[in-house]
Structure formats: structure tokens, C-alpha cells
């Protein structure tokens, strides 16, 4: 049926195309000879049109490749000028500007980005790389470092009389001041909730289960104005104390919180410093002071949260610092680990309340613990074995989690990358073969890590850290 069907198709079009010759008009000969007007001079060629060998001119409006190679080495981030290799390189590599989040959630803002990328013709390998160091710009993860185990590994630890910092020892008092970002930006859904609800319900709950003995303090910023230009001034001048350092009473905490919701701006230095004069009559050498500073940006207001949290750390009040980033994008988790750096405390990277919730469990307890010890516990009797594994072992996911989310990330720029016909189909094959590789050397990195945590398991504290110190060459401050 189908071979007598295209028989029939192939006799019709072989009649049409004879009807169409036969009936065809004979053309007659075209005199092609040019013919000069009288008086006017042969035309010139168009310098903007033809070069001197009669080739095209470059277009004016069109960068040359000199250009181009200049706008995409400018994409690259300075802390990246080789393909990473070994783990050191990847958890040294700076949080992309969309690390964090999956692709989707963030599509409109990465198009406006990657449309800036110049479609650089017959790259070579080199040009592949910067490539791909560009885009690493954009997607790389914050793989965990060293010395976020090493500090997860005291707080574990926390009254143990191996562990040399003073701020990890049980004292008289235990004080817990919460600084809390109410910019308008905490407004963003996290999950079913806004971040400012999940935020006030996890503080809820953490006040609640600490022991009466125990204080809590509860510290806005951004609560004031607006977002708008002319509420900044106003906005960035204002951290006020909702909930005053005491033990905790669920109607005035229930009060304190609905005092507030999203606002204005982020003055973060501005919280901290103040936070520092609330708990300034609670000397480190008799208090436990610790302080945990939940933000989802970065300073808007022009100040130096990095050179306060650095004075926040050398004061008398020797606080432990927690920064807990909510849900922020690469640029805010850079700053927000260099105010924990400075301060000489954690940072962490939360996406929603459970998370939060977790972060304030570990202050929850160990001051369960604090009050043992104020009964006349002793540490053994408080911790009869260190173990290190469901809070260690996080950090093995951690480094998963975040491979599966920058493999993800990147396969689905390439597929923006080509629909927008941004790069074309060679250049993306070979980005594509870089992945690849990468991807296989960052999940090699994992299991590495993840069988040398789960070792860390059975040792004391001492031995845990010079574990870590020697197998990572890490530099003694």
C-alpha cells in the first residue's frame, strides 16, 4: 500500500514540474554591462562595507575578539584562576552569586546575567576554562572548610576540659541574645511561611526550652521605614531591643514579637554593636554569652559589620557568635562569613525553619547541660563518650547535597545558554565535558571526607582536631 502510494506521489510531481517547464516563457538575454551616467564618477566602495582586500569591515557596534575575551575574563572571580582540583580548592572557592538555591527559583535574574556572556568564536581550551571559571562565579557552592568541623567539633564539646577556648567553658550565668534581621526582604516566602513567621516561631520555641536559670534576649534590625530611598536614613538608625536579656515568660515574649514585622533596611553593624553594649554587664569570665545573628542579606546601610564583629569578638564579654544566613544569595554568604570569621564564631547557611530550629537546638542543649553542671554534675557524667556523629556527619551531606545542586545548577545554565542562543553548540559540549569531570572530582572529595568524619566518631576532642589540622595542612592561628 505505502510502496503504490509513493509510486502515485512520484508520477504527480514529475507531471507538474514538465507542465511548469513546457509553459514557462523562454527569458531573453540580459544585457549585464554596467552603464555610467554622463558625468558622474565610478562609485567608490563603502569603507564601513568593504576593506581593502574587498573583504567586509568589522561592525562598528559588534566587539571584536580582543574585547570579548577582555568582558569574559572580567566574569571571573579573583579568587579563581585555575580549575579546582583538590578539596582545599573547592571549599576555598568563594559562594557563586546563585549558589545556595536551585536553578528555577532564580531563572528571571540569572538570564538578565548570562546574556552578558560574548559568544566568543573557535574558543580554544583556554577560553573553555574561563568559561567555565565564569560561570563558577555564578554557581559555586560553599563546600564546608575545616574549621567549620573543628567548631561544630567544640560545640559538641562543649565543658569539655580538653577544649582550650575559654568560651567553651561552663560558667556562673548562660545568656542568649538573638539578633534578628526585620528588613523588608524577610518578608520572602520559606516554604508555606515567610521567613519573619519562621523566624519568630523557631525564637518561640527555642526561648521555651530553656531552663528558667537561663537568659534569652531578642534584637531587631530593619524593623523601621520602609525600603524605599526616603525611609533609609530612618531605617538604618534604628536596632531596638524587643525582648530584654531575662529568663524567659511566654506572654512577653508572645509580645515582644508582634511588635514587628518586615520593614526596611539591614544595618547589621549597627545590631551587633548594640548587642554588645546588651550583654556588656556579663564579663566572659563568669558568663556564657552567646549570640546568634539571623540575617537573609547584606549590610545595606554603609556600615562595617566585618570590623564590628571583629571588636564584638575581642571584647570582655568573649562571646560565641553564630551567623546564620537565611536563605541568602552568594554575595550575602560571603559577608556574613567573614562577620563570623572576624568575630571568631560559625557561620551557617538555612533555607527554612526547620533548619533555624536546628541551629537554635544546639544552644537549647547545651544549656541543659550548663544546668547539670550548675546541680554539680561533672563533664563525665554530662557526656560519658564524645561522639561526633549526627553533627559531624552533616558535613559529609553538606558537601553531597551541594555537588547534586551545583551539577543541577550548571547542566541547566547550559540549557539556557543554548534556547537563548547565547553560546553555541561546540562551546557548550566542551563546558559540558568540564562538568563532567568536575563533578566526578568534587564527588570523589565527598566520600573522602565522609569516611574521614565517620573516623572522627571514636576520637576524644584533642584527637579529632589534630586529625583534622594534619590531614587538611591547616595553619595555626
Known sequence: MNTTKSFFIAILLATLVGLFACS????????????????????????????????SAPDPDVPDREEQLQALKAMIPAELSKLPQTAEDFYNIPPGRFSGVQYGEQNEEIEKVISQIPNIKDPDQEIIEWYYL??????????????????QIKLNSFGNPEVDDPRFQFKKQYNVMIV??????????????????????????????LPPEANVGLRVYGHEGSGAESAKELSCSKSDVMYPLQAYDSQ??????????PAGWTPIALALQKAQEDLSAYKGENSTN????????????????????????????????????????GEGQRQLKQVAEAAGGRYVLIQDQKELLSEFQQASEIAQKWTKWRSGASYDALSANLSQAVSIHAYGSKWHSNSVRESYNFLSVFTDLNRL????????????????????????????????????????????VAAIEQTYKMRKN
Open 180 to 209: 534578628l534581621d526585620a528588613s523588608g526582604s524577610m518578608g520572602h516566602m520559606a516554604g508555606k511561611k515567610t521567613r519573619m513567621e519562621a523566624a519568630k516561631e523557631a525564637i518561640r520555641t527555642f526561648a521555651e526550652s
Open 252 to 261: 512577653k515574649m508572645d509580645a515582644a514579637l508582634a511588635q514587628f514585622k
Open 134 to 151: 565564569a560561570l563558577l562565579g555564578l554557581f559555586a557552592e560553599d563546600y564546608p572548610e575545616p574549621q567549620e568541623i573543628i567548631n
Open 421 to 464: 542562543n547565547i553560546l553555541d553548540q561546540g562551546t557548550l559540549s566542551a563546558l559540558e565535558k568540564i562538568e563532567k569531570q568536575q563533578d566526578e572530582i568534587i564527588v570523589k572529595h565527598g566520600r573522602e571526607m565522609e569516611a574521614f568524619l565517620r573516623d572522627l566518631n571514636e576520637k576524644s576532642y584533642k584527637e579529632a
Open 24 to 55: 514557462a516563457p523562454e527569458a531573453e538575454p540580459v544585457d549585464t554591462t554596467p552603464v555610467e551616467p554622463p558625468g558622474q564618477a565610478e562609485p567608490q566602495p563603502n569603507q564601513n562595507e568593504q576593506g581593502e582586500n574587498g573583504t
Open 290 to 329: 552567646i549570640i546568634y545573628l539571623v540575617s537573609d542579606g547584606i549590610e545595606t546601610c554603609g556600615g562595617d559589620p566585618v570590623a564590628v564583629a571583629q571588636q564584638l569578638g575581642s571584647s570582655d564579654i568573649t562571646p560565641i557568635v553564630n551567623v546564620v544566613g537565611f536563605g541568602v544569595d
